[in-house]
């Protein structure tokens, strides 16, 4: 019944976001699929729980965001259609709200400098109307933070990788080059080992790394990676 | 298809994480909700896109979730049956590789020292084998950062927020209400208007607010805001 699909010539496509309080049965996914389906909103994420506590506990809560390409009311009456389910409120989706995400993943110290600078660059574009947030996971160990970099292509809205270390190489080295094939481009700071050599730029200081990282994935900013590939800063 | 429940007495549950390669074509997503049925997996998240580069460019790209009760190898071999389905490869799940997570909403240079404390102590408790990450949007103006409170409930594996900032009050205090009605604990620091007025905790110095949120979510921390709720420091 879902349809996974973008119709990237059509430019005229918004993100409709919605809660639905649902009867915890059989088939409610299922018949919110078929709904999407024959309207053409493609599903892009769904997220499912049952209601613990409050007055949805019992109920099954689920997030829903898909593209769609017309007036939100429409999905919305469709969705209210269905048997079982309980209310279904719109809000705006974690694209409006949280926007495109830094991720930072290293040693403590390093990744709060990083997030320091990202955060107070972020916080500039932010109130120009952009939506820049800036994500961070302290680790350690070669394999623990090569398995964190190969998961961020999977992270939702993630734009750019900042890996803020002082030895980092093997496995997170091969980790690097699978983001970058996902079209994710990675800052590294200058430090020891092989996964520098990957990076699409490598920053001495963790601040700017950081205010770089921001300004790259920025709308507004005229900084492009891409034109200083491979260099050193 | 779907069935969404959690089975809370059985504890020998373990999330089941998979990215699916499969055909563009209509029903995929039900089928896959129809064996993680049969087999009473209880899907968590859903996140699908068309790949738009690589060796997968073209096919539909499906990462799930699932609770599953049992030996993960049995849910991954019968997706594989499934008509369409190209490739299926099996991974740590993001609660495994990036944890609980403390979400920041504020001014930027207050957002970045919040993050600085989090970042650090978080470091400590990671390295002593917990998953917790750190992130955070620096934001301006009530009815934006009301709605950024609002939806962080909606946010995977949120574990507790800080707002961090001089001035909150209005529709923020309505929003962090919510938040806790939702099970999420709210620290603020010391500032203008009411908000700290309905925070868990209100701390002064923005470093100490970052450890204190990463100590109360930490399972290895012996803090607890619940023991020193509404109390200033």
Do not use: W
């Amino acid at each position: 019944m879902f349809r996974i699909f973008r119709k990237r010539i059509v430019t005229m496509t918004a993100n409709c976001a919605v809660t639905i309080i649902a009867e915890n049965k059989t088939g409610i996914l299922r018949d919110i699929g078929a709904v999407c389906a024959e309207i053409d909103a493609n599903i892009i994420t769904t997220q499912q729980e049952i209601s613990a506590e409050g007055k949805d506990a019992g109920y099954a809560k689920i997030n829903l965001e898909a593209e769609f390409f017309g007036d939100a009311s429409l999905l919305i009456s469709r969705l209210r259609e269905i048997n079982g389910i309980i209310s279904v409120e719109h809000h705006s989706s974690a694209a409006e709200i949280f926007g495109k995400r830094v991720i930072v993943i290293g040693g403590g110290a390093q990744v709060a400098q990083v997030a320091l600078g990202a955060v107070n660059e972020a916080d500039r574009h932010n109130i120009r109307g952009e939506r820049i947030s800036v994500d961070t996971i302290p680790l350690v160990g070669e394999e623990t933070i090569a398995r964190a970099v190969e998961a961020v292509p999977r992270l939702p809205r993630a734009a750019i990788l900042v890996l803020a270390g002082s030895l980092m190489g093997g496995k997170i080295t091969d980790a690097i080059r699978y983001v970058q094939s996902r079209g994710i481009p990675v800052v590294c700071l200058k430090m020891v080992g092989s996964a520098s050599s990957a990076a699409d730029l490598v920053v001495t200081d963790p601040i700017q790394a950081g205010i770089m990282a921001v300004m790259h994935i920025s709308t507004i900013g005229v900084f492009d990676i891409s034109r200083v590939r491979g260099k050193e800063f």
